[in-house]
């Protein structure tokens, strides 16, 4: 079986470890090297305690990365775009999961959201990962914007979101004291996701996304709350139709919406590890407005997962290869 | 000092446990019996154990209930007006906590937050205390509707709730390992407390409020982030000028918008056992949108705090009175 | 590729849930029917939602029960023993996840740990899958005790366990505002666990276990502390080199006991989902004592991992299949 | 009313936060002065948020401290003994709460757990408080040691600890993805704080103490499972009445063990915010260890609750004096 040799810039955070973890089963992925500036010569598995057992692979610093097929850059924002130019020495695929190539095409690189551009992404080179907020709200509308089904200016997305999205690193806020039960407003407006979301559901028009973020109790997950208003009268059959027509093939959307049980809609914790992206609806029997609940891992759907879809459709492989993984309940 | 005899009708869900709790340390209040069909003839900390050590009362059933000067109603909703003459002959004073009486002042009822209808709790005999998604909507609107500076059609308010909400009875919903880190759209649209909102928020004009409420990991709470849309361009300044004239002397309102820190906004945790609404929100740079975001604890100012509130303003007491915590911080 | 029929009595619960994700992706399995006398009729999808777009089967009576290879028993404590005869005529080979068959060989059924009884276990046909709190007690103690390292009479061996532990019927105690945040010493003293590992880890002396349970904060998890006292003077190293020398082939046991590092002993969070059991340990500076701590996942290595690595020796596959997910971090 | 002027050295805490919030509804106490070195010029209410409303005071330096009846040191341990005399020329009453004179009455300070030295601290001028550890397990064991029950050389005593014991300074092992639902052993054997219990229950025997720590899922709480051998055969009513004898008089202690209801035994999230020590114990009925388990908030009873408890006995208030909060529940 063809087996590519695999680099990952910055794999000591979390997109890293969950990279690490997918690409040990994919069949046709081989990881040679791992930087990370901190713990260069120490095992992976120093930081990534989940993959004991599993991997031998040592940190090496940047400096020391070699040729390899691909690379995925899992960087803060702005390191990848600063040293561009080394890392396409490196490598000629280049999947990065950082913000620094998602607006507007820079460079090349095509926005890595599948459900949106499944055909530009066959055959690229370069690919910058979504953000993970981004693509809850954008996989959550995008059906009704599309067949320009909704209010244009009116909708309203609130993100609930865990603590990994901020990242690995500790500080006051990530104090567990200080975190562990919170409810916090951390962004009652504005987020610089906004403007992906706003590219991507445009289609030429001017549109508002009016975007709220809350940090909940919580590590892994996204749940998007989208209020959108309809702009005729359709009833629920009719808006699951919309879904059902934009999603019927994807391997990684499943509509949630149930009559009875305890989860009737989606919930991110029992997709913790994996890429699904569940999306569920509800309409406002007094009011065209039309609530769409989205959820997601953001470290998957969000980030590596999505980032190992991208590796797939770029080779050809099967695109659900190293993504089996279906979620655990309880959890 | 006058001190009142007090009956509690249901005191074995939370709500009446945080009564227990409020009134014991209340000047003017002597708890001299309370009811519970289930547990009748069982010490009061069978079910309360924060108690102990503090009450020797046991429950009794509803039908050994005496004459009192004072009756909370802590029943299932339906059941006071059910019985609302058996109750009003054993009291002259009614505070009844569940929704039977909230809309249209029902049996003459007052709606019982103190912070619009303080003049007409003055010497009232019954009062039906607000819910607790009502309350901490309708004081993040109160400001803006009265001063009829927002679109009265687009506001959406997400309220995120604790598991309390849900009351004492478990069912598979609040079994722990389903409800446990949970983030779900339990109530995507509609509610009936946005009935309650409406009435509170009209001042005699048509509005719509789009409701909806996520249940979270997390006990006590709710957190209700209102995204309301301004009719004139208000910068920041101006609107906390709102806030700060139709609050200004409430006791129990907090103004919490910091620039730094660890809690610029208001959040719920910090809140549990207390009778705070704490008020925050943020004016959207790039367009109309303003986000107020209220927390309370759902026990407290959505509950007992509330009511023993009404009771203080009742009987002329100092507001305060019973409801002095502070808090807890870390928690 | 021989796939066996399975068959899983009693699928509704937890480990039941667990068994058809594991044998999802077993390449020598097809469960064929799945038995809930609450949901026949309904899709396993509607408990066990992590399943969604993975199944299509739908729960059948037990009395629809047809032959097939293997069965897998997941029925309340008493129930298996009861109908045992009805289930070995249904297939050649049971696994029984219940403690029915746990003690004494009973009825020639072989006990279900196997790192200690694998020859016993491969080609046998009656499997009892131990219990979860007395696996992560015997794995952690097999080492000292077989090779009489310690005091027979002095171990304390205190688990902290989850709320899945208690399966997935709600009850007061599970109510999440009752469970949430609880540190709740449910079983102070004596445990009916306490006979498995008196069993196993007897070698025809007597022995005594000091148990005590603690219920904490988790769904998903047991961590075992176990307090033995050596009887003669061992350092680290030669006990590192006990641990080694009995474990050092297991595919499921890693011994976890780092310098730095954030993960220095074994944590049942990021076990979840996995089949391992890691094992540490310290040794008191000052006394004789050694404190050794196990970690599994009580679904898993406690359930219905456990019962799939019984599957796999029984038949002679290679032990990890179908088990081999590593688990996630962070989470 | 008499009012004793209040300095806090050291306020900026967690445990300086909850004298803050304690010495507020002290009829006796009035705070004038609180240091931050890092916060200095800053309202108190930025770092604690529960006592917004509360307070107007700001925090000073070290160096700005004036003279003042009595002064509380929150300092990091090492600090108090480094620089004692200063804050003695301060203050004529000193009450600290780090380790620095907790072991062998250094300096003259009386070892603060009042059930103990009660008599000694009345009048006294210099007090150490007591560990949250360490007090915790020496009232659960003290009834039994004075009496001279148990065997001294086998007690294992496994502390169950959150996350705000470590103080309100992040670090990797704080950080939110990391230690949130965690169970780490972090102390498996020894622990400074035995030491204190070791001084407190020797009576002048030799003892052995075998202590673990456990960080688990909880913010706030203590519980500490005592494993001890008793060295007759006593009845568990015997063993009640050597409680009940011991802590009859005791506001702050309660024996908690009841036949049935969801809180038999002590649990610390109901302690929050409280001063009380919680004790249950359960008699092992196939042997002669006896299991008793306390729960104390570790912010309360384990440091500003008994600090303040100190402070009313050293100058003859009532003891429970601004200790009246009785916990909340649910939480």
Same mark, same amino acid.
């Given at each position: ?11 000591s955070g ?7 973890r =997918?690409?040990l089963?994919h069949?046709n ?9 901190r713990?260069?010569?120490?095992p992976?598995?120093? #930081?990534?305690?989940? =993959? ?11 400096a020391?990365?070699?040729? @390899?097929? #691909?690379l995925?850059?899992c ?21 990065d999961?950082s913000?620094?190539? +998602? ?11 599948p ?16 953000? @993970? ?5 954008i ?13 244009l200016? +009116?909708t309203?997305?609130e #993100? %609930? *979101?865990?603590?990994?999205e901020?990242?690995?690193?500790s ?6 004291? !200080?975190?562990?039960?919170? !409810? ?12 992906? !979301?706003?590219?991507? =559901? ?5 549109i ?12 892994r997950? !996204?749940l998007a709350? @989208?209020? *959108?208003?309809? %702009? ?16 019927k093939? /994807?391997?990684?959307?499943?509509? #949630? ?5 305890l ?13 699904? @992206?569940d ?5 406002d029997s ?24 991208a590796?797939?459709?770029?080779h050809?492989f ?5 993504? /089996? ?7």
């Amino acid at each position: 079986m063809r087996q590519l040799k695999i680099g990952i810039a910055g794999g000591s955070g979390y997109a890293g470890g969950e990279l690490l973890r =997918l690409l040990l089963s994919h069949p046709n992925a081989e990881v040679i090297q791992v930087t990370s500036e901190r713990f260069a010569g120490k095992p992976v598995t120093r #930081v990534h305690p989940h =993959l004991r057992k599993q991997y031998s692979l040592r940190f090496c610093k940047r400096a020391e990365l070699k040729s @390899c097929d #691909v690379l995925f850059l899992c960087l803060p924002h702005g390191s990848s775009s600063q040293s561009i130019d080394f890392y396409r020495g490196l490598a000629q695929r280049l999947i990065d999961l950082s913000a620094d190539f +998602r607006l507007g095409q820079k460079e090349g690189f095509i926005y890595g959201i599948p459900e949106l551009h499944r055909d530009k992404m066959r055959g690229a080179n370069l690919i910058s990962s979504a953000g @993970c907020n981004a693509t809850a709200t954008i996989l959550a509308l995008y059906p009704l914007y599309k067949n320009v089904l909704v209010d244009l200016q +009116r909708t309203v997305v609130e #993100v %609930k *979101v865990g603590s990994s999205e901020g990242g690995n690193r500790s500080s006051e806020a990530s104090h567990h004291p !200080v975190r562990s039960g919170t !409810v916090r407003s951390f962004m009652p407006t504005g987020h610089r996701h906004v403007q992906e !979301v706003i590219q991507e =559901l445009g289609f030429g028009q001017d549109i508002s996304i009016h975007f709220s973020a809350t940090a909940i109790e919580m590590v892994r997950g !996204v749940l998007a709350t @989208c209020h *959108v208003f309809l %702009k005729k009268d359709l009833d629920e059959k009719a808006i699951w139709k919309v879904f059902r027509q934009t999603y019927k093939e /994807e391997p990684f959307i499943r509509i #949630v919406k149930e009559r009875d049980g305890l989860y009737r809609y989606p919930e991110p914790k029992i997709l913790a590890g994996t890429n699904f @992206c569940d999306i569920g609806f509800e309409k406002d029997s007094h009011s065209n407005r039309l609530v769409v609940i989205s959820a997601i891992d953001n470290l998957m759907k969000g980030a590596a997962g999505q980032a190992v879809q991208a590796f797939n459709i770029m080779h050809g492989f099967p695109e659900i290869t190293g993504l /089996e993984f279906t979620g655990l309940h309880p959890i």
